[in-house]
């Protein structure tokens, strides 16, 4: 299947700071999902992105959809102690299976 | 409402006895469901989904099955669990939207 590929796959940050993390595929998809796993949870939808270059924001959270519809990027702003979790990044191409990427793992120190 | 339920949230079983995950979902009509399995708190590996009765498309070869015995359930199973079988199994219902996942299944095998 396809690979996503998320970057950094860990950070360790302070309460306060802003967070920024991507996914890149090899291929071109036209949606994009960001999802946030708060520990021992299924994954909860943050954000959908459905046009290149669209910009999303939800609260202190913003993504956006590559231009190239090959990669997506999520920042989070003045980051707080429950921002901590996994956060997973999904693509798909016209209405086929989603596939997700390898998450990148949050620790927001207080 | 629309919901998907799934249980139990915890499970300890010795090595080789049998495993039944179910998944449920209310308020829809032939859902396309997922099982995946997640690995040390990260990537989500697809193991079957089902688009109807009866119908199961299995991602990996492996000591697992699944069955689509209703409409809306979805069951994930096992004759004899192995070590390996250990670890986090969400269930998820694709929507227009993206994916909507259980509170998942923590597996160990002991």
């Known amino acids: 299947g396809q690979q996503l590929n998320q970057s950094p796959q860990s950070m360790f940050i302070q309460e306060g700071e802003d967070v920024s993390m991507n996914c890149t595929s090899s291929s071109i998809f036209n949606t994009w999902l960001w999802y946030k796993q708060d520990p021992g949870e299924g994954p909860v939808l943050l954000i959908a992105l459905y046009k290149a270059g669209e910009l999303t924001s939800n609260g202190r959270l913003t993504a956006q959809f590559g231009i190239t519809r090959k990669d997506s990027f999520l920042n989070i702003s003045a980051s707080i102690p429950s921002d901590v979790g996994i956060y997973f990044c999904?693509?798909?191409?016209?209405?086929?299976?989603?596939?997700f990427g390898t998450g990148t793992s949050l620790t927001v120190i207080p | 409402s629309q919901t998907i339920h799934q249980w139990p949230a915890t499970l300890v079983q010795p090595v080789g006895s049998p495993l039944s995950l179910e998944c449920t979902v209310e308020g829809t009509s032939n859902p396309n469901l997922y099982w995946y399995r997640q690995a040390a708190g990260r990537g989500l590996q697809l193991l079957f989904y089902?688009?109807?009765?009866?119908?199961i498309s299995s991602e990996v070869p492996q000591n697992l099955s699944a069955s689509r015995p209703q409409d809306r359930q979805f069951i994930l199973s096992s004759k004899k669990l192995l070590l390996s079988d250990s670890g986090f199994y969400l269930c998820?219902?694709?929507?227009?939207?993206?994916?909507?996942f259980g509170s998942g299944t923590r597996l160990t095998v002991v």
């Open positions: 998820a219902w694709r929507r227009p939207a993206g994916y909507t």
């Open positions: 999904a693509g798909q191409l016209w209405g086929n299976q989603f596939y």
């Open positions: 089902s688009v109807g009765i009866g119908q």
